[in-house]
Structures are given as C-alpha cells and as structure tokens.
C-alpha cells in the first residue's frame, strides 16, 4: 500500500520554524520525484517546494515566496523528505501536501499520483 505520512505542522508566531516531514512507503523511493504543496482557505493549492528524485541528483525547486527562507531535503535511507520552514509569515498559514509524481524531474501538480493526507500550518501575527 502506498502511503505518504506528513508530520511536524502546527501553530508558530511569525518569524518562528516549522520542519514538515513526509514518511513514504510502497514505492520506490528512488525513482519518485517528491513534492510539497500547499492551500488555504478559498485559494487553489499551490506548489512550494520539490526534490527530484535520486536519478535526478536531488535537483530541488522552490516557489518565489519561499526561496531563501524554506529548505526542502530527502533522506533516502529513510525514505523521507523534510521541509525545513524558516522566518514564517501569516500568509505561509495552509494546510501543507506532500506528493510523489513517478519521474526523475519534478512536475506540475496533476502529474502527482501520491498525495499525503495534510499536515496544518498556522502562522500567527
């Protein structure tokens, strides 16, 4: 059974860290490119950050709000990937997705085919 396990969301002040973490199990770690998105209420989710796969030489991407402040990371041994989140704003408050599309590069969001279930992020003002 494929499954993708999110973890490490919860309630900061702005300014604070947060470090998301996406436990995967039933594929071939090596052969997914990994992603993590986001959405907030009454807005479209959105790509964040991604980590090609280890053919890819961990190529990793970064949407322009986060670059400089998030960090995104793959432990192949463990089979995860972690989202490092530092200096949060109010608007980096969603409920934060990690997903793996079966390919080297990362992709566009529907090309994912494993999604987690959503860990949440509350940043306070």
């Known amino acids: 059974e494929v499954q993708l396990v999110e973890s490490g969301g919860g309630l900061v002040q702005a300014g604070g860290s947060l470090r998301l973490s996406c436990a995967a199990s039933?594929?071939?770690?090596?052969?997914?490119?990994i992603g993590w998105f986001r959405q907030a209420p009454g807005k479209e989710r959105e790509g964040v950050s991604c980590i090609s796969s280890g053919g890819g030489g961990g190529l990793t991407y970064y949407e322009d709000s986060v670059k400089g402040r998030f960090t995104i990371s793959s432990d192949n041994a463990k089979n995860t990937v972690y989202l490092q989140m530092n200096s949060l704003r109010p608007e980096d408050t969603a409920v934060y997705y990690c997903a793996a599309v079966r390919s080297v590069y990362c992709s566009t969001i529907p090309l994912y085919s494993y999604w987690g279930q959503g860990t949440q992020v509350t940043v306070s003002s």
């Open positions: 039933g594929f071939t770690f090596d052969d997914y490119a």
